[in-house]
């Protein structure tokens, strides 16, 4: 269970990625948390309280096209 970033970490080796180069898309401090102990950079979606994450949105909406690639830089 989260934080424990295993569930990140297997859903990245079944799809061949590296960890550095994945990004979870979360509503919840502990699954932040997963992803960063996971070595994974995060979007955190939730409008009442900001996120710990590398970007955090109001609401998906909010979200411009190229965060993505600016996280992965």
């Known amino acids: ?19 550095a180069s994945s990004i979870v898309v979360e509503d919840a401090e502990a699954g932040l948390e997963g992803a960063r102990r996971a070595g994974m950079k995060s979007i955190g ?6 996120l710990a994450a590398d970007i955090h949105v109001r609401s998906l ?7 993505f690639e600016r996280l992965l830089g």
């Open 1 to 19: 269970g989260k934080p424990e970033p295993e569930v990140f970490l297997t859903a990245a080796g079944r799809l061949g990625a590296a960890p």
């Open 61 to 67: 909406e909010d979200l411009d096209l190229g965060a």
């Open 45 to 50: 979606v939730r409008a009442d309280v900001a």
